[in-house]
């Protein structure tokens, strides 16, 4: 079956600087991969997605890119501010069903 | 501004008690999934319905969970009797059809002591 790999586990950067999160997937019939969301006490939320079709997608400061050759993909934030601090989870699918990676804790100091 | 809700937030309760969490998706969503997260093991999917009909549950131990969705409007998971293993946050998200956005609910804590 699937699987995810994510990195780093934990990811401190500069208020202003860019923060980038990796994931790899074993899958290559994977053909979809979003990007979620979690902080303290709440659910995930969807920040991003992207299709095998895509190969790169922004959204204002965050953008994904996917390499379907080496199957990987990547979360970039650029300009982080204090509330980007969060957990990040990777997640790729070929049905309904998501397979998550492990997810980034990523601060933002001021 | 539509959410999946689910109640109840927190639940303390002593092993072997039963526990039900219950979820509302979005309305007009169609495809309901049950996640647990711990630390150790993060988010895994425990099951799935889409039109009310299960479509995998391959994740959940069978011996003492069970989901149901009762209607459209309503999911259900139910642990009986619970264990201290169980301890987790339980997550419920919706989605419209395959390989759509999945939106989360806030979560269940649930403790069994």
């Known amino acids: 079956g699937e699987n995810v790999e994510q990195h780093p586990s934990t990811l401190s950067v500069q208020e202003g600087d860019s923060a980038v999160i990796k994931c790899t997937y074993s899958d290559s019939a994977s053909n979809y991969f979003p990007w979620y969301k979690q902080e303290l006490g709440k659910g995930p939320q969807l920040i991003i997605d992207i299709r095998s079709n895509v190969g790169e997608k922004k959204d204002q400061r965050i953008a994904v890119t996917l390499n379907k050759t080496a199957k990987h993909f990547s979360l970039h934030i650029t300009e982080t501010q204090p509330e980007d601090s969060a957990v990040y989870f990777c997640?790729?699918?070929?049905?309904?069903?998501?397979?998550f990676g492990t997810g980034t804790r990523l601060q933002v100091f001021p | 501004d539509a959410r999946v809700t689910q109640t109840p937030r927190d639940k303390v309760t002593e092993m072997g008690q039963e526990v039900t969490m219950r979820c509302q998706p979005i309305?007009?969503?169609?495809?309901v999934f049950w996640y647990r997260q711990t630390m150790m093991q993060g988010l895994e999917l425990l099951a799935y319905?889409?039109?009310?009909?299960?479509?995998?549950d391959s994740g959940m131990p069978k011996d003492r969970f069970s989901a149901e969705m009762p209607d459209a409007t309503l999911a259900t998971l139910k642990i009986q009797p619970s264990e201290p293993r169980d301890s987790a946050v339980y997550f419920c998200?919706?989605?419209?059809?395959?390989?759509?956005?999945?939106?989360f609910g806030p979560g269940t804590r649930l403790l069994v002591l």
């Open positions: 309305l007009g969503h169609n495809t």
């Open positions: 997640a790729a699918s070929k049905t309904d069903k998501l397979i």
């Open positions: 998200a919706s989605g419209f059809g395959g390989l759509e956005t999945q939106y």
């Open positions: 319905f889409r039109n009310r009909a299960p479509l995998d």
